[in-house]
């Protein structure tokens, strides 16, 4: 039951569900892990840390929990408690995941901006499925965009130049869509400079996405990555030159968030406020992006963005010398 409220995004329904279920079996590690993931989208995570310790105690051989809670360590910017959890994890898989090394690496730039560190994370995993893995992401917001760029192996560069839409939807990672092959192209462009070629893209997000949002507005896309649909098509409009488009998506966006704790579809709220603030730099609102970012940190965001990440990210460069956004990065 509690699996099939989360599909549907009703994750304070699924929380009671697990609740009543850990009343009769208060020592299930199945349920205790579930209990963490409802905890995670309802924004808890110093409870979703306690379950997932409770469920790796109970089941000790048993990777996922302890993936789960590296993960919430990081939210909690918690990095140096959740490198060895996800190390744990690693070692309890006979075939580590591919997504465990690039988090991995994740942590390692939100903690320190630790590029030799991630670097070394991605070689350690194997590197055709890491490389199948970092093509497909659109990129990783765990830890920024364009520090990214030194680090991915170089076959991940050729791999986003030359996939193509029938590749993609080949691709065995979840839900693939179009909007999302063309999204994943136009971010790649814009990071790399090429901006006909993303703006080129970006035309095909836009004439994918916005039928579908005046037909369903609450829509959601790429959930592995609790990115929505409306951030997608509002840094679409960002890399086609419409600036106007994209700043009354995104606030009207960040609007509806503010008002729904758990987010549009279920998605966790600290995340809306960085790919909102992304969104400005792009559309250049410097003010209103470092607005952001300050909401954000004031969340458990460690997931998405770290201090030390922002002073070292380039995507981040044109906020730079000035006084707020100088005052938000400093050592604290």
């Known amino acids: 039951q ?20 850990a009343r009769r079996a208060p020592n299930d590690p199945t349920i205790l892990y579930w209990t963490g993931r409802a905890q995670i989208y309802l924004e808890q995570p110093d409870g979703a840390v306690e379950s997932f310790r ?7 051989r048993w990777a996922s929990p302890v993936g789960q ?9 918690r990095y140096q408690d959740a490198i060895p959890a996800r190390e744990r994890e690693i070692s309890l898989m006979s075939q ?27 070689e350690r995993g194997d590197p055709r499925t890491v490389v199948d893995a970092l093509t497909w992401a659109v990129w990783i917001p765990q830890a920024g965009r364009a520090i990214w760029m030194d680090l991915v192996p170089p076959a991940v560069r050729t791999a986003k130049d030359t996939l ?16 999302g092959y063309h999204f994943m192209k136009a971010a790649h462009f814009a990071l790399t400079g090429r901006r006909e070629q993303a ?20 829509a959601t896309s790429f959930s592995f990555f609790g990115h929505s649909r409306q951030t997608t098509l509002a840094e679409a409009y960002a890399y086609a030159g419409r600036a106007g488009d994209a700043a009354r998506l995104i606030d009207k966006y960040v609007e509806n968030v503010r008002g729904d704790r758990n987010g549009p579809g279920g998605r966790p709220t600290s995340s ?20 952001r970012l300050t909401e954000a940190l004031r969340r458990p965001t460690g997931q998405w963005i770290s201090r030390p ?12 010398g000035r006084p707020d956004f100088e005052r938000l990065i400093a050592d604290r």
């Open 2 to 21: 509690a699996q099939l409220l989360t599909a549907e995004g009703n994750h304070e329904g699924a929380y009671r569900a697990l609740t009543d279920a």
């Open 54 to 60: 409770r469920a790796a105690a109970l089941d000790p």
């Open 69 to 77: 809670l590296a993960g919430a360590y990081d939210r909690l910017g």
């Open 96 to 122: 580590p995941d591919p997504w465990s090394y690039v988090f991995q690496a994740a942590s390692y730039l939100l903690w320190r901006a630790d590029t030799a560190a991630a670097r070394q994370m991605l």
């Open 164 to 179: 193509t839409l029938a590749g993609y939807m080949a691709a065995n990672w979840g839900t693939v869509t179009p909007d």
């Open 199 to 218: 703006r080129a893209h970006a035309d095909s997000v836009i004439a994918l996405l916005e039928p579908e949002l005046r037909r369903s507005p609450g």
């Open 272 to 291: 809306a406020f960085v790919a909102a603030a992304y969104v400005d730099v792009l559309i250049g609102r410097p003010d209103s992006a470092v607005a």
């Open 309 to 320: 990440l922002l002073r070292a990210d380039p995507s981040w460069a044109p906020l730079r």
